[in-house]
């Protein structure tokens, strides 16, 4: 199975988790007096809609070079991101928004039961994030690693609903408040991630460097072609789910410009054999001294 067919049916994993918890959390959240569930629902909702940006990132993305985009078009992959990164700002305003104005309004303690649906919750969604995550390190898909944070933040969330709801039923009247306090709290979480989702993701719109493990393999993988003496400078940059690589490999100044030119073809192609990741291999050809 190739990344992107993995990333594409990882995505739709993470669409139709998102759409029965969105049923639940909702529905329960109604029936047992927990804005924090109703929260947890309203979150669970965006969280559809960007898992459909994210699929359609992913599917883009992975099309192949045509004449106006010469490497590929794996630069929608992060930008598709960002806007995930959207949707889980606005999803945490909401919830702070609409926790603040429950706070100041009265209302009854939540049900007892919603706690064994939040519970069930945080199960899932730590299962959903670690299986998301690990198959976005598989496919070196950035935003199928937002993707995955989604549901690490929904964990978060029902975590402190979960707090807040055994706060207001433990003290009783009076601390009717406290499950309102916990969405609040855990708008703050969903606020952090989200700036640990959009930062790799900026990085990888400006070529920033991230990438020392990738080249000290090219560089291993280098030396073992004949006729590579040395490797100097290597720039990776990542597109999508592939990195395009600049590598320039010292090679004997007394060959002809002919076998130069053959043993950069043949780095080349042992390099992309060796390590699949790779998309566009431009080789710079220079003499030992």
Known sequence: ??????????????????????LTKGIAGTLGNSYALVADAIESTTDIFSSFLVLFGIKYSNRPADKNHPYGHGRAEPLITF????FLITSATIIAYESIINIRTPHQLPKAWTLIVLGAIIIWKEISYRLVVKKSIDTNSSSLRADAWHHRSDALTSIAAFIGISVALIMGPGYETADDWAALFASGFILYNSYLIFR??????MDEHFHDDLVAQI???????????????????????????????????NITVKEGHEIA????????????????????VEPNE
């Open 1 to 22: 199975m190739t990344n992107e067919q993995t990333a594409i049916r990882t995505t739709y994993f993470s669409i139709i988790g998102n759409t029965l918890l969105a």
């Open 83 to 86: 806007l995930v990164v959207g």
């Open 200 to 205: 790799p993701a900026l990085g990888e719109i």
């Open 219 to 253: 560089r291993t993988e280098a030396m073992k072609v004949d006729g590579i003496i040395d490797t100097e400078k290597c720039f990776v940059r990542k597109a999508g789910m592939k990195f395009h690589i600049d590598l320039h490999a010292t090679v004997d100044a």
């Open 265 to 284: 073809h043949k780095l080349k192609d042992t390099l992309r054999q060796q390590i699949p990741v790779l998309g566009h291999v431009l080789i710079h």
